[in-house]
Structure formats: structure tokens, C-alpha cells
DNA sequence: AAGATTCGTTCACTTAAGTTAAGAAAATCG
DNA sequence: CGATTTTCTTAACTTAAGTGAACGAATCTT
């Protein structure tokens, strides 16, 4: 189970033996299940989220009406918004399966930071590069049809549409979900641009 | 000049003069005019960009159309993909207006986190962030219309339809220069749903 | 100031997404 | 297993965005 975050981490810095134990006896590894609610509209919470198997989601309510905005499955990290701004969250984060996390609040970085200096450069280069990728999805995003984002998410995430009713994918592309069942039969009647 | 970047460091710590110093003796503050290209599709830039005064923008080209993908304004840090992930860049950055920057690469980054350990803290921090800035942007352009981006974009940075043309504040809604075009005309013969 | 380019608007037409409603299919739960 | 709830699909209609083309206005250039 630690090594799905290891690994993860390896990619940045290799840890040694003293530092992995300090990681671990924070005693961040935590099981949900499916439907769980980790975030509610409203809530301040301090605490971010890496997947260690399964998956989270977050989505907000527009007229009663659930916008996905975010997946994140295997080794993804979900650092929502109040935790940085400590202002009510404006968004649910909650599980898609049965899934295990780690948790970890501001409170247990800093523990971090201190006893392991490197940790910090580690979170800076990571967060640096989720910046990086966030935007590429968004440039992606903005300068796409929803053809081509379903299309492309076929490509990237193919797994997504194992896991996750296809309402949520709906409006994770931006579309209705009539409008998505529609654009299925459309493709496979004129499977002509699928790249 | 050093001011506004001083003024917006201190949103995050307050810096000594010893460590201002360290900061203006690397000479980062660069002059350019309207339309000067700094950073091309295809090139490997090692280079950050924090806007003094002016507007720089990204952009892509997609069959030989342009699509704006970001403006930067006075306080705005733009760090392209290439600087991340050290591949070739899929966009470019460009001057809208005559434009004065902080001109920044890795190498100099280093150099000052070596001298003043608490500038890596700041990073990590500012691009925690950016980051969920970022995030909040993209799930407000995911789950709203054209419309809603466009009243949204007035009432948030109504200085860029001073500031750029048109046909690139379409593209940086997702749509083209004339529905653009026919969505202002549409809301002034019917000013409904104005927030 | 004249000429060239860029930019914004308009128009007619096509295509696709939103909306509302209904019903079928699948998943969940007792 | 059957009942209930959730999810997906279909259909008819409305609304808005994409496309291609044309033209005038604004802006650069020299």
C-alpha cells in the first residue's frame, strides 16, 4: 500500500529508510467507501487527499444540480481550495468506490517540513508541476470542442468510464448528459475524426 | 518599479533588505515592446515571466487560427510548461502591450533559494496557490456557458476589453470572434441575466 | 496622407447543444 | 428476489455556436 506513495514520490526525490518511517507514523492512510462525502459546500477543512486506490471527485451545486469538476484516482492528489484559502469550501469532494487515501492536513506538512527539509523542495517541484499540468488541461479544455474533449478523454482516461456513471463525465466535459449519450451514437454512426 | 513586486511578496512574507538586494542584484527587470515574442512553439525556455506593467498572453496555434489560452496582467506570474517539463513548448507568449517584467529561470531560482532558504517557502506557497486559483478558474469555465464566461470575465477583469482585441478575448472564452459579436449585441437588446 | 493590413460586424446557413419529458435499463437495497 | 431508486437513452423542439463570406472601420506603415 506505501508504495503506491513511495513511488509516487520517488519521481522527485529517493527517501531514505528514517524519512519513509517519519511519513508513515503519521499514520495517514485512511479507508473510505463508495459515496462517502470527504468535503462539504460550506465546511473549512485543512486536509488534502492522495489516492491510493480508488476514486474521489469533486463537484459543485448549480440549481440543485451536480457539476463535476475533478477525478482523481490512483496516485492523484486532491488539495482543495479551503485548504489554501481556509474560506468555506464551494465544493463536495466525495468517493466514487470504495477507496483508500491519505489524509494529511496543513498541521502534519510543517511536522514534515521541519523534521525533513527536502520534503519542502518536494512539495514546491510537485506543486509546481500540478500548476503546470492544470493549466495544459485547461488550455486543452478551452480550445476544444466537447467532441474533441470526450475524444480526448477517451485517450487520457480511458479507465474513467469503467469506474464512473456517465452523468458525471457529462459535466466534467461541460455537456448535459442527453447531449453526451447523443454525441455517443453520433461517433459510432460517423465514426469518421476519432483520432 | 521594484514595488509591485515587493508589495506582492509581502502578501506571503515580509522580506529584509538584505534579501531585496539579493532580488534587484540579479537584474531581472526587462523592457519589451508591443509584440514582442518571448517564448515560440517548438522552443525550450527555461524562463518565468512576472508582469510589472503591460499584458503578456499565451497562446496556441491551431490549424493556422490562433487560441488565446491566458492573459497576464500587473502582479500575474506566468511560467510556461517548458520550464516544467523541459519539452518543447506547444505555445507561445506573447507582449499585447509594451510591457516591463521580471525575466526569471531556474538557475536564478536556485541561486537565490541557496541564499535565502525562506524564498523556497514563499514558492511553494504562491504556486500552492496559483495552483487552486487555477483550479477555481477552470471549474467556473467548465460548468458555465458562453454567456455566463463572457458577464463573468466583465465583472472579474473588466480592464482587458480596454486592454486586447476582441477576437483574442473570444478564443480565451472558447468561441470565435463572432459569437462573440452576436452574444454582446444579443444582451444589449436583452439585458436580462446581467448579474 | 495613402495604401495596406488587421479587426469587428453582419448575414445566411449548418450543426450541435440545451430543455423538457418520458420511458427503458441498470444498480441498489431490503 | 422483487421493489425502488438511479442512470441512460430517445425524441421533439428551442436556442446558440460554428462556418464562410463580405464589407466597413480602425490601425498600422511608410
Redesign the pocket.
Known amino acids: 500500500m506505501e508504495t503506491i506513495l513511495f513511488d509516487y514520490l520517488a519521481k522527485y526525490i529517493t527517501l531514505t529508510e528514517e524519512e519513509k518511517k517519519i511519513l508513515l507514523d503519521l499514520d495517514v492512510f485512511k479507508q473510505y467507501k463508495?459515496?462517502s462525502i470527504l468535503l462539504r459546500e460550506g465546511q473549512v477543512s485543512d486536509f488534502g487527499y492522495f489516492v491510493i486506490k480508488g476514486c474521489i471527485r469533486s463537484f459543485t451545486m448549480v440549481d440543485g444540480v451536480e457539476k463535476t469538476t475533478a477525478f482523481y484516482t490512483e496516485a492523484e492528489s486532491c488539495e482543495p481550495l479551503c485548504k489554501i484559502n481556509k474560506k468555506p469550501s464551494t465544493s463536495y469532494v466525495a468517493c466514487v468506490e470504495d477507496s483508500i487515501l491519505v489524509v494529511a492536513n496543513s498541521a502534519m506538512e510543517v511536522e514534515v517540513f521541519e523534521k525533513f527539509p527536502r520534503f519542502e523542495t518536494l512539495c514546491r517541484l510537485l506543486s509546481e508541476e500540478l500548476l503546470a499540468n492544470k493549466k495544459a488541461e485547461f488550455d486543452e479544455f478551452r480550445t476544444s470542442?466537447?467532441?474533441q474533449r470526450?475524444l480526448n478523454l477517451l485517450n487520457t482516461r480511458p479507465d474513467l468510464f469503467q469506474r464512473?456513471?456517465?452523468?458525471?463525465?457529462?459535466s466534467f466535459l461541460?455537456?448535459?448528459?442527453?447531449?453526451?449519450?447523443?454525441?455517443?451514437?453520433?461517433l459510432v454512426d460517423n465514426p469518421s475524426q476519432n483520432s
Open positions: 463508495k459515496g470542442s466537447p467532441e470526450y464512473v456513471p456517465q452523468y458525471q463525465i457529462a461541460g455537456i448535459t448528459p442527453q447531449s453526451l449519450s447523443r454525441m455517443r451514437n453520433r
